[in-house]
């Protein structure tokens, strides 16, 4: 489906859902851009954690940062919901690169806070605003229960991280081999019942990024179609199961 006729399909979809959504699609060989409210800031979830990797990554280019350094798990950094970590027995050791990979890949909440701690978040936001992101700020801790308390939050929107994983592609980031390296961890993804739902049996390939919360759930990612595609969906205040649905379809789509 051309982008075009991509927007006039989904557009009075989106109107139907409700709720706070913003879409980012582009073509990255035609250049060919639909989008829907792609600057309004919406909840991050576990996109946030894309940040956190782009700050890892840049500080192990600039030699700030020894990916095998090893972490020993505490008790106290044990976290609830997504990942591993939180069954894993106090001590365990792990490279710095297994907390990235864990962080993306099964989304690990503990391996994140891990990294946050590492990289520092004043340093995440301050490369995301050097990369062009002016909304997209990690501002606490996954599971911090005093700051949510007082409304302080992390922020994606669609078109802002459709930008970094352009980027991303093009290697522009950190480095080429960097974001080759960024890239994989992408494709290496586990939760898949999003945007690859249905094309992963057509072999298309997606490196992306899930995030879910109470009335929240958000996949940004790369399609890598016959022409590749960035593909962001946002969604906060919504039906989650029908704009879950609504992001499988979504992606059929485009590529058929």
């Known amino acids: 489906m051309k982008i075009a006729e991509f927007g006039a399909w989904i557009a009075p979809q989106l109107e139907a859902l409700g709720g706070d959504t ?44 020894d990916f095998d350094e090893i972490h020993a798990l505490r008790d106290e950094e044990r976290l609830p919901s997504c990942g591993t970590l939180k069954a894993m027995h106090t001590g365990i050791e792990m490279t710095l690169e297994d907390l990235i990979r864990l962080m993306i890949i099964v989304s690990d909440n503990a391996a994140t806070n891990i990294m946050i701690r590492r990289v520092g978040m004043d340093d995440v936001n301050e490369t995301l605003r050097s990369l062009g992101c002016e909304k997209t700020t990690l501002n606490r801790l996954l599971f911090n229960r005093e700051a949510s308390r007082k409304g302080i939050k992390n922020y994606i929107t669609a078109g802002e991280m459709g930008m970094l994983l352009e980027r991303l592609y093009h290697g522009q980031v950190v480095s080429p081999d960097a974001d080759r390296e960024m890239l994989d961890i992408l494709l290496d993804q586990r939760l898949n019942g999003k945007l690859p739902f249905f094309i992963d049996s057509m072999g298309i390939d997606v490196a992306h990024k899930t995030g879910e919360d109470d009335g929240i759930s958000h996949d940004v990612g790369i399609i890598y179609a016959k022409e590749p595609l960035i593909c962001c969906f946002v969604g906060e205040h919504v039906d989650v199961p029908r704009y879950e649905r609504l992001m499988q379809d979504a992606a059929k789509a485009l590529c058929e």
Not at 23 to 40: H, I
Not at 42 to 51: D, E, G, L, R, T
């Open 22 to 65: 913003g879409v980012y699609v582009k073509n990255l060989v035609t250049g060919e851009t639909w989008s829907r409210g792609e600057d309004v800031p919406v909840v991050a979830a576990s996109v946030i954690k894309i940040p956190v990797m782009i700050e890892a990554f840049a500080k192990r280019e600039r030699g700030e940062l």
